[in-house]
């Protein structure tokens, strides 16, 4: 049942991002240079809608609450990270939808993505993890006895209302 929920998310995430050619740099990148708010917009609702669904999740017992220490190889994981996707021209969501349609390049950083995930969980980040406990540590949920499904509930309001918010504020194209 879990495998499902996940192919129906990553599926309907790929299709979405194909269809709107969403890219989160480009939604960022497009705001800051252009005022585009639409891909900005759209990059809030899949935040938001991220944050529901994940503690949705957790409260009818599809996953476990599991917050793992920040580490240095963490925050050098992020740099590294920023700095192939901008030299990929795009994240790894654009590349994705990029390489399924056809496009070679795109294809090559898929396929260096992957290698490049699979070298550091082979080599890296194995070694980190037989030298670190695993262990589940507090969030703000938990903290605060906040149960994950009322927290799903009042953030999916919340998002509803400022994504219609966002839209009405919006500077209309003619």
């Known amino acids: 049942m879990k495998i499902l929920a996940f192919i129906i998310v990553g599926i309907s995430s790929g299709m979405l991002f194909a269809r709107y050619q969403f890219c989160f740099a480009s939604a960022v990148r497009n705001y800051i240079a252009f005022r585009k708010t639409e891909k900005l917009i759209l990059f809030l609702i899949v935040v938001v809608a991220s944050a529901v669904l994940l503690n949705f999740f957790i409260g009818v017992g599809l996953l476990k609450e599991t917050v793992k220490e920040l580490m240095p190889m963490t925050f050098m994981g992020g740099i590294l990270f920023g700095i192939g996707m901008v030299i990929a021209g795009g994240d790894a969501a654009g590349i994705l939808y990029r390489s399924g349609e056809g496009n070679l390049p795109a294809l090559l950083c898929t396929v260096g993505m992957v290698a490049g995930m699979a070298l550091f969980g082979f080599t890296v980040a194995t070694h980190f993890t037989k030298q670190l406990p695993h262990f589940i540590a507090d969030t703000v949920l938990s903290r605060f006895q906040i149960n994950p499904l009322l927290f799903s509930?009042?953030?999916a309001v919340f998002g509803v209302v400022a994504t219609?918010?966002?839209?009405?504020?919006?500077?209309?194209?003619?």
């Open 164 to 174: 219609i918010y966002l839209l009405k504020k919006a500077p209309q194209e003619e």
């Open 153 to 155: 509930f009042v953030a």
